[in-house]
């Protein structure tokens, strides 16, 4: 991939450099992510990274640009329709997205990079392929593309919260939420009926739910052509 180039500098790969910073987003997190602990990681001092990246913001790109180069490009399989081909990128995004920490809030903060780009076109070529006039393609992909990241998003935040809770890293919420419960709680039945029926807001059936709504939508925008 040309945004990851291993031309050597400092005694170090900058594919290593990247690869060495996911696998430690996945033990930090985003918000504990810094150079200085990934220079102690490699074993080098910070101004060696800086050979590789300009500052912190261009390590994140290339962080991102690796992660969703794992997914690459890929077309219909043969005799596969457009929804199906559609639903099934989607949730290899999701995946991608869930297979590391932060993952969706990286990708969101981040600049994709010319090979995300091509990708992208790529991927307009298969819709417009299949009678999407180009903006139509382009606005349909985008939409599906912020409902992955922003779901994913919710996800990752919630399992953030229930493994602080579990760790007693925050205390004083679990305190808040201690006296919360001693509380009377409102009744909010709609809410609780759906959430009986269906499972949490943000499990895959609910998921599946929106991908579905969202790619019936683009059915009926080619059938009003």
Do not use: C, N
């Amino acid at each position: 991939m040309e945004d990851l180039s291993h031309a050597k500098r400092g005694g170090l790969e900058r594919d290593s450099v990247v690869a060495t910073a996911l696998d430690l987003l996945d033990e930090v997190g985003l918000d504990g992510l810094t150079v200085r602990r990934l220079a102690t990681e490699l074993g080098v001092k910070s101004p060696a990274l800086y050979w590789h990246f300009r500052d912190k913001q261009e390590l994140l790109d290339l962080m991102s640009q690796r992660l969703q180069a794992e997914q690459g490009m890929a077309g219909p399989r043969d005799g596969e329709p457009w929804p199906e081909w559609i639903a099934r990128r989607a949730h290899e995004r999701r995946s991608l997205l869930l297979s590391r920490r932060d993952g969706a809030r990286l990708v969101s903060g981040t600049s994709p990079g010319p090979a995300a780009a091509r990708m992208f076109d790529a991927e307009l070529g298969v819709l417009t392929g299949f009678g999407f006039t180009p903006v139509q393609a382009m606005r349909a992909v985008i939409a599906i593309g912020h409902y992955i990241t922003g779901f994913v998003l919710e996800e990752q935040a919630a399992q953030e919260r229930r493994d602080r809770a579990e760790s007693g890293a925050d205390e004083r919420r679990g305190r808040r939420g201690r006296e919360e419960e001693a509380a009377p709680r409102e009744r909010l039945p709609v809410l609780e009926a759906a959430i009986r029926e269906g499972g949490p807001p943000e499990g895959s059936e609910a998921f599946e739910q929106g991908l579905r709504m969202l790619i019936d939508g683009m059915q009926a925008l080619t059938q009003a052509s």
